[in-house]
């Protein structure tokens, strides 16, 4: 079964991609060497569905657990559930001998990520993916953090994992809404660094739970490759796995946390960074077609809800961290698989991306 390497000096990790992992996860996260406690951050669904097996798989191994449960949905991902989270940590003893384990989809990994990186000014952290984007995405690369009410992730740090189990059986569990919206990110990569997986993905059944562990690690090296090059998203090459995130972001934003899922506001971003690459950037109109196609074959959202008004977008999105000096830079795509920062563009050009998501494509 495919496993990627995190090469990354000190902090290089693996990646194990395998059906029925998670009930092997104490034996895996036993030989990693760290402390025998451990704090498992959840959310109130996942808990249900898989926190037993977790459980079981740790204790067996020699692990004293404590449970830590969120409320599910993005809502969750700011300073109120990071304090609890923090607290409760702390009322249970918890301390430099012990680690976190994130079972959950991106909102637990990156929350959970964070209060890692802060507690006791770090401790190790295990992350083990439940949701596409999680297990495509999220859990790989070191990006932990929260929400502000003023824009996405405007607040965390970098924390790589030590380890990270990725189930795909954990899957089966999923909501289709949940599941769909995963794609979105697998779009993403696919349209920034693998022209041929944007054709093959015509061929995935959108509704089937049982996504290929090869698909998923094939995503999973993708990212890998991008964070080895650029660990901290300082040269650039780290930004292309924003493709799509400045006005999704905004959108996201824009709305109450958790209303859109990240892959659903992430899928209007990506058709307006389409039509800002064909723009500007030469992609051809074939190409943009194709991508777009895909999120509307995987139920994606791509026409922007007349409630949100582009106002509100260019507000949230003009705090993203990619605004550098009142200087915008945008991931646009010259062709399938060939994605850079481009550094051109004013907030009129995005006011007009926001705008042609109003029509229908
Ligand atoms: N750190 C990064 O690099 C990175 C990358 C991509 C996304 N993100 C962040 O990830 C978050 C989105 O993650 P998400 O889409 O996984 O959302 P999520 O964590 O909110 O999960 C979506 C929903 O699915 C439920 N769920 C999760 N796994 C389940 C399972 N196996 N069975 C049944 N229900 C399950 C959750 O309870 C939740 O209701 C956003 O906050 C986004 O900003 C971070
Ligand atoms: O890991 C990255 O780098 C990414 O950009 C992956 C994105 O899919 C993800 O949504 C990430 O959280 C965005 O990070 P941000 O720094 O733009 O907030
Ligand atoms: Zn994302």
Same mark, same amino acid.
Do not use: W
């Given at each position: 079964?495919?496993?990627?390497?995190?090469?990354?000096?000190?902090?290089?990790?693996?990646?194990?991609?395998?059906?029925?992992?998670?009930?092997?996860?104490?034996?895996?996260?036993?030989?990693? $060497?760290?402390?025998?406690? @451990?704090?498992?951050?959840?959310?109130?669904?996942?808990?249900?569905?898989?926190?037993?097996?977790?459980? $079981?798989?740790?204790?067996?191994?020699?692990?004293?657990?404590?449970?830590?449960? @969120?409320?599910?949905?993005?809502?969750?991902?700011?300073?109120?559930?990071?304090?609890?989270?923090?607290?409760?940590?702390?009322?249970?003893?918890?301390?430099?001998?012990?680690?976190?384990?994130?079972?959950?989809?991106?909102?637990?990994?990156?929350?959970?990520?964070?209060?890692?990186?802060?507690?006791?000014?770090?401790?190790?952290?295990?992350?083990?993916?439940?949701?596409?984007?999680?297990?495509?995405?999220?859990?790989?690369?070191?990006?932990?953090?929260?929400?502000?009410?003023?824009?996405?992730?405007?607040? $965390?740090?970098?924390?790589?994992?030590?380890?990270?189990?990725?189930?795909?059986?954990?899957?089966?569990?999923?909501?289709?809404?949940?599941?769909?919206?995963?794609?979105?990110?697998?779009?993403?990569?696919?349209?920034?660094?693998?022209?041929?997986?944007?054709?093959?993905?015509?061929?995935?059944?959108?509704?089937?739970?049982?996504?290929?562990?090869?698909?998923?690690?094939?995503?999973?090296?993708?990212?890998?490759?991008?964070?080895?090059?650029?660990?901290?998203?300082?040269?650039?090459?780290?930004?292309?796995?924003?493709?799509?995130?400045? @006005?999704?972001?905004?959108?996201?934003?824009?709305?109450?946390?958790?209303?859109?899922?990240?892959?659903?506001?992430?899928?209007?971003?990506?058709?307006?960074?389409?039509?800002?690459?064909?723009?500007?950037?030469?992609?051809?109109?074939?190409?943009?077609?194709?991508?777009?196609?895909?999120?509307?074959?995987?139920?994606?959202?791509?026409?922007?809800?007349?409630?949100?008004?582009?106002?509100?977008?260019?507000?949230?999105?003009?705090?993203?961290?990619?605004?550098?000096?009142?200087?915008?830079?945008?991931?646009?795509?010259?062709?399938?698989?060939?994605?850079?920062?481009?550094?051109?563009?004013?907030?009129?050009?995005?006011?007009?991306?926001?705008?042609?998501?109003?029509?229908?494509?």
């Amino acid at each position: 079964m495919p496993s990627v390497h995190v090469d990354l000096a000190d902090r290089a990790y693996d990646v194990v991609v395998e059906n029925g992992l998670l009930r092997e996860a104490g034996e895996r996260i036993a030989r990693l $060497g760290i402390g025998s406690r @451990i704090a498992i951050v959840s959310d109130s669904n996942v808990a249900k569905h898989h926190g037993g097996t977790l459980i $079981g798989s740790l204790e067996a191994a020699g692990f004293e657990t404590t449970l830590h449960v @969120i409320p599910a949905g993005e809502a969750s991902k700011g300073f109120g559930q990071l304090a609890s989270l923090c607290s409760e940590m702390a009322a249970s003893r918890h301390d430099r001998s012990s680690s976190v384990v994130a079972l959950g989809g991106g909102v637990v990994g990156d929350l959970a990520g964070y209060a890692a990186a802060s507690f006791f000014r770090g401790v190790p952290l295990v992350q083990i993916p439940t949701t596409i984007v999680s297990q495509v995405d999220s859990s790989v690369g070191g990006k932990t953090g929260i929400n502000l009410p003023e824009g996405k992730n405007l607040v $965390g740090a970098f924390h790589q994992p030590r380890l990270v189990l990725v189930d795909p059986e954990t899957l089966a569990t999923l909501p289709s809404r949940e599941l769909r919206e995963g794609f979105a990110e697998v779009i993403k990569h696919a349209a920034i660094r693998d022209a041929a997986m944007l054709d093959e993905l015509m061929g995935l059944d959108p509704n089937s739970t049982a996504v290929p562990a090869d698909l998923i690690a094939r995503n999973i090296a993708i990212k890998a490759r991008i964070v080895e090059e650029d660990e901290h998203e300082t040269s650039g090459t780290r930004a292309l796995l924003n493709f799509g995130h400045t @006005i999704g972001h905004g959108i996201e934003a824009a709305v109450p946390y958790g209303e859109l899922l990240h892959g659903e506001a992430i899928s209007l971003g990506l058709r307006a960074a389409l039509y800002l690459s064909q723009k500007h950037a030469g992609l051809s109109h074939d190409t943009a077609a194709k991508v777009l196609g895909l999120l509307k074959r995987f139920g994606l959202p791509v026409r922007l809800d007349e409630r949100i008004t582009t106002e509100a977008v260019l507000d949230r999105l003009s705090r993203d961290k990619k605004f550098v000096a009142g200087q915008i830079r945008f991931v646009l795509l010259r062709a399938a698989g060939d994605a850079y920062v481009d550094k051109s563009l004013d907030l009129d050009d995005l006011r007009e991306a926001i705008e042609s998501l109003r029509s229908e494509p």
